[in-house]
C-alpha cells in the first residue's frame, strides 16, 4: 500500500515536542551547564570547563574519592543483593503451588512487600531494626548479638541487605513463577517417562525456560539497587560515617548539602552514563537473545503458541451430512 | 516386549466415586499383544489420551488393573514403567544437543558411557538423525524434534510399548507422510508394541494393524480397518470411520424387513428378537446405495448436491427431514432433482440403541 504523504502531520507530533523539550530536554541541557562551571551561591557562576569530571574520576581528590568509593560500594551492594535474590526468587519460584487456592494466596502474600513504598519500607526497617525499641534489634540483642547499625558497618549493610532481600525477591519470585508456568505440561511428563531427576528437570527444563525473564530480572533488580537511594536513606542515613553511602545519596549530600551544583551536576551526569551504558549492555543481550529465538521459531513452526493445526475442528465434529 | 492388558481399568478426574457417567474412561477391559500395531481413534475429548496418559503411568486410574506380561504395574511410577510416549508437540531439552537429548534417559538411569554412546550412534542411524548429533536440538524442523522425541523413547534398550500422542499435529502435511511411513518401518523393525492415538482416521487406519474407537470414554469397537467398515458395531463407528460416514435412519424394523417413512427396504437377516423400547435404527453405508431415476418400489429422495471425489461420485440427497449420502454411478443426471435410492441388502445394518444388532440368517 502507498503511503499518503501529508507534511501537515508534522503538526500532529509538536505538542510531543515541547512537552519533551520543556520537561527532558531544557534541564538536562541545565544540569550540563551547570556541571561546567562552579558556584558559591547568590546566583554567581564561574567557568570551570571540565574541571568537575577531571576531578570525578581521579581518585587523590575529596570529589573524586567520595564518588569512586560509593560507586564501589553501589556496585557491591547490587552484586549482593543479585546475588542472593536471584537464586531465592527462583526456589520461591520453584516451591510454590502451581494450582488451587494457595496459589492466589501465595500471589497475594508475595505482591505485598513490593507495594509498600520505599520510605514506608525504610521507617519499618529503621523501626524494626532499632536495639531498644525494635522487635528485630531487640531480640538480636537479648539472644547475645551485638547488632546495631546506628554503629557498625556490618550490621548497617547486613540490615540494608536483608531490608532490599524482603522488598524486592518477590519481584523476582513472580517473574520466575510466570516463566514456569509458560512451561507446557508434556515437558515434565516426558522428563518423568525419561526418568529425569529433580534436578535434572531443573537443569534441563525449568531453567533454560526461565532464561528470558531471569535476564528481566537481573535487569530490573540492577537498575533498581543501583538506583536506590529512600531505604537506605531512611535507615541508615548513609553511615555509620560513609560506610552505607550509595552513588544516589552521595550525590544529594553534594548537591542540596553542600549546594555545590556543579559538582553535582557533573556527578549526576556520569551516574546517568553509567546507568545508559548498562541499559545499552542489557538491551543488546535481550535483543540478540531475541532474535535467536526468532530463528528457531521460523524454523519449527510449534511448541509453545498452540498452532492453527491443533485447532482445526474434529471431522466427527462438524456437521456431517448422511445422518439422520 | 511386553503384551498389556487393561482390567476392569476406569478413570475420573472427579475421583472414583463421582457418578459413571462422568468417567473420563468409563470402564475398559482389553489386551494389547505385544508387537501390535495400535491406534485409538476417537473425537476430542473421548478419553483416547487419558487411557494414553493411564497406561504410560502419568495418571493414576481411579479403578482397575493394568497388566505388563501378566504382571499387575498399576501403582508404579513413570519412570520404574519401560514406557516411551511422543507427544503432540515436540519435546526436547533446549540446552542439550540432539545426541544429549537421545542420551539423556540412559544418564539419568545411570547407564555407563560407553554402551550410552553406542546406543545414541545406533538409534541415530535409525532415525535418520546421524548428522544432527552434534547440533544444538532447538534449531531443528518440527519433524526432526519429533523424531528425537521418539529417539529418546527407544534408545532405552528396555521399552515395552511406545505410545504416541497425536505426534503428527504440528508436523507439515507432506513430512506427515514421510514420517508415519518411517513410524511403520520402524515398527516393523523392532517388534515393538506402539499404541498411537488420533482423531485422523486416515492416520490411523494407514498406521495400525488394529484402530480402537474411542467414543465419550467408552471403547466402542476394536478391530481391523476392514472390520470397522464393513461391520461397524456403533453407529458412532459408522459415522466416524469412512468419507462420507455411514447413513444412519430411524426405521421401524420387523423380520427381514425395514420400514423408513412408509417404505419398505429389505434386509438380508431376518431381526425377530430386537429389544423392546430401544431405538431402532439402519445403517449403510454411502458405498452401498445407489441414486437411480426414480421408480416405484425404490425410496424418493430430493437431490441437494453431487461431489465428485474423482474416482467416485457422491450424490447428497434427502428423505423427509433426514440428510443421506449415496454412490452416484456414471452417467447419472437427474431430470427433476429427485432420485429413487436403491439399498444392497447385505451391508444395511440393524442398530438397536447404537448398537449392531446381530440378525439370524
Same mark, same amino acid.
Given at each position: 500500500?502507498?503511503?499518503?504523504?501529508?507534511?501537515?502531520?508534522?503538526?500532529?507530533?509538536?505538542?510531543?515536542?515541547?512537552?519533551?523539550?520543556?520537561?527532558?530536554?531544557?534541564?538536562? !541541557?541545565?544540569?550540563?551547564?551547570?556541571?561546567?562551571?562552579?558556584?558559591?551561591?547568590?546566583?554567581?557562576?564561574?567557568?570551570?570547563?571540565?574541571?568537575?569530571?577531571?576531578?570525578?574520576?581521579?581518585?587523590?581528590?575529596?570529589?573524586?574519592?567520595?564518588?569512586?568509593?560509593?560507586?564501589?560500594?553501589?556496585?557491591?551492594?547490587?552484586?549482593?543483593?543479585?546475588?542472593?535474590?536471584?537464586?531465592?526468587?527462583?526456589?520461591?519460584?520453584?516451591?510454590?503451588?502451581?494450582?488451587?487456592?494457595?496459589?492466589?494466596?501465595?500471589?497475594?502474600?508475595?505482591?505485598?512487600?513490593?507495594?509498600?513504598? $520505599?520510605?514506608?519500607?525504610?521507617?519499618?526497617?529503621?523501626?524494626?531494626?532499632?536495639?531498644?525499641?525494635?522487635?528485630?534489634?531487640?531480640?538480636?540483642?537479648?539472644?547475645?548479638?551485638?547488632?546495631?547499625?546506628?554503629?557498625?558497618?556490618?550490621?548497617? $549493610?547486613?540490615?540494608?541487605?536483608?531490608?532490599?532481600?524482603?522488598?524486592?525477591?518477590?519481584?523476582?519470585?513472580?517473574?520466575?513463577?510466570?516463566?514456569?508456568?509458560?512451561?507446557?505440561?508434556?515437558?515434565?511428563?516426558?522428563?518423568?517417562?525419561?526418568?529425569?531427576?529433580?534436578?535434572?528437570?531443573?537443569?534441563?527444563?525449568?531453567?533454560?525456560?526461565?532464561?528470558?525473564?531471569?535476564?528481566?530480572?537481573?535487569?530490573?533488580?540492577? !537498575?533498581?539497587?543501583?538506583?536506590?537511594?529512600?531505604?537506605?536513606?531512611?535507615?541508615?542515613?548513609?553511615?555509620?560515617?560513609?560506610?552505607?553511602?550509595?552513588?544516589?545519596?552521595?550525590?544529594?549530600?553534594?548537591?542540596?548539602?553542600?549546594?555545590?551544583?556543579?559538582?553535582?551536576?557533573?556527578?549526576?551526569?556520569?551516574?546517568?552514563?553509567?546507568?545508559?551504558?548498562?541499559? $545499552?549492555?542489557?538491551?543488546?543481550? !535481550?535483543?540478540?537473545?531475541?532474535?535467536?529465538?526468532?530463528?528457531?521459531?521460523?524454523?519449527?513452526?510449534?511448541?509453545?503458541?498452540?498452532?492453527?493445526?491443533?485447532?482445526?475442528?474434529?471431522?466427527?465434529?462438524?456437521?456431517?451430512?448422511?445422518?439422520? | 516386549?511386553?503384551?498389556?492388558?487393561?482390567?476392569?481399568?476406569?478413570?475420573?478426574?472427579? =475421583? %472414583?466415586?463421582?457418578?459413571?457417567?462422568?468417567?473420563?474412561?468409563?470402564?475398559?477391559?482389553?489386551?494389547?499383544?505385544?508387537?501390535?500395531?495400535?491406534?485409538? @481413534?476417537?473425537?476430542?475429548?473421548? =478419553?483416547?489420551?487419558?487411557?494414553?496418559?493411564?497406561?504410560?503411568?502419568?495418571?493414576?486410574?481411579?479403578?482397575?488393573?493394568?497388566?505388563?506380561?501378566?504382571?499387575?504395574?498399576?501403582?508404579?511410577? *513413570?519412570?520404574?514403567? /519401560?514406557?516411551?510416549?511422543?507427544?503432540?508437540?515436540?519435546?526436547?531439552?533446549?540446552?542439550?544437543?540432539?545426541?544429549?537429548?537421545?542420551?539423556?534417559?540412559?544418564?539419568?538411569?545411570?547407564?555407563?558411557?560407553?554402551?550410552?554412546?553406542?546406543?545414541?550412534?545406533?538409534?541415530?542411524?535409525?532415525?535418520?538423525?546421524?548428522?544432527?548429533? /552434534?547440533?544444538?536440538?532447538?534449531?531443528?524442523?518440527?519433524?526432526?524434534?519429533?523424531?528425537?522425541?521418539? =529417539?529418546?523413547?527407544?534408545?532405552?534398550?528396555?521399552?515395552?510399548?511406545?505410545?504416541?500422542?497425536?505426534?503428527?499435529?504440528?508436523?507439515?502435511?507432506?513430512?506427515?507422510?514421510?514420517?508415519?511411513?518411517?513410524?511403520?518401518?520402524?515398527?516393523?523393525? @523392532?517388534?515393538?508394541?506402539?499404541?498411537?492415538?488420533?482423531?485422523?482416521?486416515?492416520?490411523?487406519?494407514?498406521?495400525?494393524?488394529?484402530?480402537?474407537?474411542?467414543?465419550?470414554?467408552?471403547?466402542?469397537?476394536?478391530?481391523?480397518?476392514?472390520?470397522?467398515?464393513?461391520?461397524?458395531?456403533? *453407529?458412532?463407528?459408522?459415522?466416524?470411520?469412512?468419507?462420507?460416514?455411514?447413513?444412519? @435412519?430411524?426405521?421401524?424394523?420387523?423380520?427381514?424387513?425395514?420400514?423408513?417413512?412408509?417404505?419398505?427396504?429389505?434386509? %438380508?437377516?431376518?431381526?425377530?428378537?430386537?429389544?423392546?423400547?430401544?431405538?431402532?435404527?439402519?445403517?449403510?453405508?454411502?458405498?452401498?446405495?445407489?441414486?437411480?431415476?426414480?421408480?416405484?418400489?425404490?425410496?424418493?429422495?430430493?437431490?441437494?448436491?453431487?461431489?465428485? @471425489?474423482?474416482?467416485?461420485?457422491?450424490?447428497?440427497?434427502?428423505?423427509?427431514?433426514?440428510?443421506?449420502?449415496?454412490?452416484?454411478?456414471?452417467?447419472?443426471?437427474?431430470?427433476?432433482?429427485?432420485? =429413487?435410492?436403491?439399498?444392497?441388502?447385505?451391508?444395511?445394518?440393524?442398530?438397536?440403541?447404537?448398537?449392531?444388532?446381530?440378525?439370524?440368517?
Amino acid at each position: 500500500m502507498d503511503k499518503t504523504v501529508n507534511q501537515k502531520a508534522w503538526f500532529l507530533v509538536l505538542p510531543v515536542f515541547l512537552v519533551v523539550a520543556f520537561s527532558a530536554v531544557l534541564p538536562l !541541557m541545565t544540569v550540563v551547564n551547570y556541571s561546567m562551571q562552579d558556584t558559591f551561591g547568590n546566583n554567581q557562576f564561574f567557568w570551570n570547563g571540565v574541571g568537575w569530571f577531571k576531578e570525578l574520576l581521579d581518585p587523590s581528590t575529596d570529589l573524586g574519592g567520595r564518588f569512586l568509593a560509593s560507586l564501589g560500594r553501589n556496585l557491591f551492594f547490587s552484586l549482593v543483593i543479585l546475588a542472593i535474590e536471584v537464586p531465592l526468587g527462583i526456589v520461591v519460584a520453584l516451591s510454590m503451588p502451581r494450582e488451587g487456592w494457595t496459589v492466589a494466596a501465595c500471589l497475594v502474600i508475595l505482591a505485598l512487600p513490593l507495594l509498600i513504598p $520505599w520510605n514506608v519500607v525504610g521507617t519499618i526497617w529503621q523501626i524494626f531494626g532499632r536495639p531498644d525499641i525494635g522487635l528485630l534489634g531487640y531480640l538480636l540483642n537479648a539472644a547475645g548479638f551485638d547488632y546495631n547499625y546506628v554503629s557498625n558497618d556490618i550490621d548497617a $549493610w547486613v540490615t540494608v541487605i536483608v531490608m532490599d532481600v524482603w522488598h524486592w525477591t518477590s519481584l523476582v519470585a513472580l517473574l520466575c513463577y510466570a516463566g514456569l508456568k509458560s512451561i507446557p505440561e508434556a515437558y515434565y511428563q516426558a522428563a518423568q517417562i525419561d526418568g529425569a531427576s529433580r534436578w535434572a528437570v531443573f537443569k534441563a527444563i525449568q531453567l533454560p525456560k526461565m532464561n528470558r525473564v531471569l535476564l528481566i530480572a537481573v535487569l530490573l533488580r540492577f !537498575m533498581d539497587s543501583f538506583m536506590i537511594y529512600t531505604e537506605p536513606f531512611v535507615v541508615t542515613g548513609g553511615g555509620p560515617g560513609n560506610s552505607t553511602t550509595f552513588v544516589s545519596i552521595e550525590l544529594v549530600k553534594i548537591a542540596l548539602g553542600q549546594f555545590d551544583l556543579g559538582k553535582a551536576a557533573a556527578l549526576s551526569l556520569v551516574y546517568n552514563l553509567i546507568i545508559l551504558i548498562v541499559c $545499552w549492555i542489557f538491551y543488546t543481550v !535481550m535483543t540478540n537473545a531475541g532474535v535467536e529465538r526468532k530463528v528457531q521459531a521460523s524454523s519449527e513452526p510449534a511448541v509453545e503458541p498452540k498452532p492453527s493445526v491443533a485447532l482445526k475442528p474434529v471431522p466427527a465434529l462438524e456437521p456431517k451430512e448422511g445422518v439422520a | 516386549m511386553a503384551r498389556i492388558d487393561l482390567v476392569d481399568l476406569a478413570h475420573s478426574y472427579g =475421583g %472414583n466415586n463421582a457418578p459413571q457417567e462422568s468417567f473420563a474412561l468409563k470402564p475398559v477391559t482389553m489386551t494389547w499383544r505385544q508387537g501390535g500395531a495400535y491406534a485409538l @481413534l476417537g473425537p476430542s475429548g473421548c =478419553g483416547k489420551t487419558t487411557l494414553l496418559n493411564v497406561i504410560s503411568g502419568i495418571i493414576t486410574p481411579s479403578r482397575g488393573q493394568i497388566l505388563f506380561d501378566g504382571k499387575d504395574i498399576t501403582p508404579l511410577s *513413570t519412570q520404574k514403567r /519401560n514406557i516411551a510416549q511422543v507427544f503432540q508437540f515436540p519435546v526436547i531439552y533446549d540446552t542439550m544437543t540432539v545426541g544429549q537429548n537421545l542420551a539423556f534417559p540412559l544418564k539419568n538411569r545411570g547407564v555407563p558411557k560407553a554402551e550410552i554412546d553406542k546406543r545414541v550412534a545406533e538409534i541415530g542411524r535409525l532415525l535418520d538423525l546421524e548428522p544432527y548429533l /552434534n547440533r544444538k536440538a532447538t534449531r531443528l524442523t518440527a519433524d526432526a524434534k519429533q523424531k528425537i522425541s521418539l =529417539g529418546r523413547g527407544l534408545v532405552r534398550s528396555d521399552v515395552a510399548a511406545v505410545l504416541f500422542d497425536e505426534p503428527l499435529t504440528v508436523i507439515d502435511p507432506e513430512l506427515k507422510w514421510q514420517l508415519r511411513s518411517k513410524l511403520k518401518a520402524l515398527h516393523r523393525e @523392532l517388534d515393538l508394541t506402539m499404541i498411537y492415538v488420533t482423531h485422523d482416521q486416515t492416520e490411523a487406519l494407514t498406521f495400525a494393524d488394529t484402530v480402537v474407537v474411542m467414543h465419550d470414554g467408552r471403547v466402542v469397537q476394536s478391530g481391523t480397518p476392514a472390520e470397522l467398515f464393513d461391520k461397524p458395531a456403533h *453407529t458412532f463407528v459408522g459415522y466416524f470411520i469412512g468419507s462420507p460416514g455411514m447413513n444412519i @435412519l430411524p426405521a421401524e424394523v420387523r423380520g427381514r424387513e425395514a420400514k423408513v417413512g412408509g417404505h419398505v427396504i429389505a434386509l %438380508n437377516r431376518a431381526y425377530d428378537n430386537l429389544p423392546a423400547g430401544a431405538r431402532i435404527e439402519i445403517g449403510v453405508r454411502p458405498e452401498f446405495v445407489e441414486v437411480v431415476a426414480p421408480a416405484p418400489g425404490l425410496l424418493t429422495a430430493k437431490i441437494e448436491r453431487i461431489d465428485d @471425489l474423482g474416482r467416485i461420485r457422491f450424490a447428497r440427497v434427502r428423505v423427509g427431514d433426514a440428510k443421506l449420502a449415496a454412490r452416484a454411478p456414471g452417467g447419472f443426471t437427474s431430470v427433476d432433482g429427485t432420485a =429413487g435410492l436403491k439399498f444392497d441388502p447385505s451391508h444395511v445394518h440393524v442398530y438397536a440403541d447404537s448398537l449392531l444388532v446381530e440378525g439370524a440368517a
